[in-house]
């Protein structure tokens, strides 16, 4: 039943293309103007914005629930009931793209199998529901008997289905919707009936995509979301759930068909509880979590060189990793620049070692200032330098690669293709982790040096964190050696943040205070909330967003509230023909 549902429901509209031509046209609302400079923040990759005041909307997809959007949509539609902890856990998380996000509408396939398990879930829920019926306040249900039970689906359909839906049905809807519960009580009960169709509901694709149709109007070229659509793209980016009460009456008295509402409903949201929790997954995804956790785990780490790590070390620096970046960018009042500057941890005793710090006596992680000399924000986080690490030694080549791709929007082009291997096993046991790795790229030929000069040169300034993210002024060779960390490194092909640093914290520093790095946090954070690959069109939205997140410091919250104003995210493209 379900997979006839699901059929056809796995592409985008616009034809799912990739074109980068924008929309014509004026915008109804007051977008503030783009600074002179503000196309020109990455010297790799200027954007482009040949008509500020267009709407400047790209090709746009539907894209499919998230499996967290889609058990926290189950669990607020059947609220009070309650439902299993463990509800969708064995739904397939997906691929990641290119930038580490997994929601990207080009990388959601549906399986048979993930039919199968959303056919499963969308039952047991359904069984739940009419378990617990009276707890759902629907009118004239649970139903008495047979004779009440087209009363009881008359309201489901007047009140739950919406909800589902995210919209009202239209009269087709409502009527097949009505015709399926009738065949069902005819054939096997009302109950049955009754249950069914609560089935069905939640196993739409109205309900499983975020359907798009918009709202027909003056502009040929780009169509207005209508306001239960905004509602459902407001909810979805910031509490991952279904949209709530207050937000769907927002939408159905014509609230939301301003910039100024939909800012009026960001501001009442941003103070939501469930908001860390969905824009912590942006977070994460951006700053490559998982990556970080398969090298961090103690299995994973050499025994013989770090016998001091173990499982409750690791657990100790993966939640205060959790915790900084929580308190630093998701918080009130959190940024980039705090993300890429703070000198605070989250520690407790079995941390304190990596962090060079008394143990606060207590299992619990407990805030502490550390040496601003030693230690400056995210890059230096234990599990940060640990989870960018061998077994043996640390990797300056993932550090380096991960400043250029997730914070300066530069990454390094591919390496070439029959590159000849140098491994570091076969190099003197008296070399140091630096000095190997620049033998081997001198080894490998120009191709490799090239583009291993510029990563290497940022790698090479976390040389004084180790495999398990400890501070070293000396590295233990392979034969036991002591040898001097040389931690010099430079940057350069950037706007704003080129130089040569004797180590890390100098050049975070410039990072943290580049607006290059802010402009790539925006483009970070408007893949993940378009769930698809930036275009030439989205040149304007980006520069004018990210001149509010510049004034404002790196603000996180500036970048959301002057995000959801843009004409790309209350807009879409026609479908294709």
């Known amino acids: 039943m379900l ?22 046209g004026t915008d109804p609302d007051n977008m503030p103007p783009i600074g002179a400079n503000s196309l020109e923040r990455n010297p790799g990759s200027t954007l482009v914005c040949d008509d500020p005041d267009a709407l400047n909307v790209p090709a746009t997809a539907f894209n499919r629930l998230s499996p967290v959007e889609y058990v926290n949509t189950l669990r607020d539609l059947v609220d009070p009931i309650a439902l299993p902890l463990d509800l969708g856990s064995d739904l397939p998380s997906g691929t990641v793209d290119a930038h580490g996000f997994d929601n990207n509408w080009k990388i959601q396939g549906i399986e048979e199998k993930s039919v199968e398990q959303i056919e499963s879930i969308g039952h047991n829920v359904a069984t739940l529901a009419m378990t617990g019926l009276e707890k759902l306040r629907i009118a004239g249900c649970p139903a008495r008997d047979a004779a009440s039970a087209p009363a009881c689906a008359d309201a489901i359909l007047a009140t739950f289905a919406p909800r589902a839906f995210r919209r009202e049905l239209e009269e087709n809807e409502r009527a097949r919707l009505r015709t399926y519960f009738d065949t069902s009580s005819k054939a096997w009960g009302h109950e049955a009936g009754l249950s069914q169709l609560f089935e069905v509901i939640l196993g739409s694709p109205q309900l499983l995509y975020k359907v798009e149709r918009g709202v027909s109007g003056d502009e040929p070229e780009a169509i207005r979301l209508s306001g239960d659509e905004i509602a459902t793209r407001l909810a979805y980016l910031l509490t991952a759930t279904t949209p709530d009460a207050e937000l769907r009456e927002a939408a159905g008295q014509g609230r939301l068909d301003t910039a100024s509402g939909v800012v009026e409903q960001f501001d009442r949201l941003m103070d939501g509880e469930r908001l860390t929790a969905s824009v912590k997954r942006f977070s994460s995804q951006w700053l490559r979590f998982t990556k970080l956790g398969i090298a961090l785990p103690a299995g994973q780490k050499d025994k013989v060189r770090f ?4 499982e409750s070390i690791e657990k100790a620096l993966t939640e205060g990793m959790d915790r900084f970046v929580e308190e630093t960018l998701l918080a009130e009042g959190g940024s980039v620049e705090t993300l890429l500057s703070s000198n605070k941890a989250w520690v407790n005793d079995a941390s ?19 040496d601003s000399k030693r230690r400056r924000g995210f890059l230096t986080q234990g599990a940060v330098m640990a989870g960018f690490a061998h077994a043996a030694v640390h990797a300056p080549i993932q550090r380096g690669v991960f400043v250029l791709d997730a914070l300066l929007c530069s990454p390094p082009p591919a390496p070439p293709p029959n590159i000849p291997t140098a491994a570091a096993s076969a190099l003197s046991d008296t070399l140091s982790t630096r000095q190997k790795t620049v033998m081997i790229h001198e080894k490998q030929g120009a191709a490799c040096q090239s583009c291993h000069e510029r990563i290497d040169a940022i790698g090479f300034a976390f040389e004084n964190y180790d495999g398990i993210g ?12 002591k040898i001097p960390v040389d931690a010099s490194s430079s940057l350069s092909e950037t706007l704003d943040a080129d130089g040569e640093f004797p180590n890390a914290i ?6 943290s205070a580049s607006e290059q790095v802010k402009q790539c946090f925006v483009e970070n954070f408007m893949r993940f909330a378009f769930a698809r690959d930036l275009h030439g069109a989205d040149g304007c939205a980006i520069a004018r967003v990210t001149d509010a997140v510049v004034k404002d410091g790196g603000s996180f919250r500036s970048l959301i509230r002057e995000f959801v104003k843009t004409p790309a995210f209350r807009y879409r493209t026609p479908s294709a023909n």
């Open 3 to 24: 997979v006839l549902f699901l059929a056809g429901c796995t592409g985008g509209a616009g034809g799912g293309r990739d074109q980068g031509g924008g929309a014509a």
């Open 307 to 310: 016998p001091l790590y173990n």
């Open 352 to 370: 304190a070692a990596i962090y060079d710090v008394k143990p606060p006596g207590k299992s619990e992680l407990v805030e502490v200032a550390l």
């Open 470 to 481: 400890r501070w070293q002024d000396e590295e233990t060779a392979a034969n036991g050696d």
């Open 506 to 511: 100098p050049m975070i520093e410039k990072l």
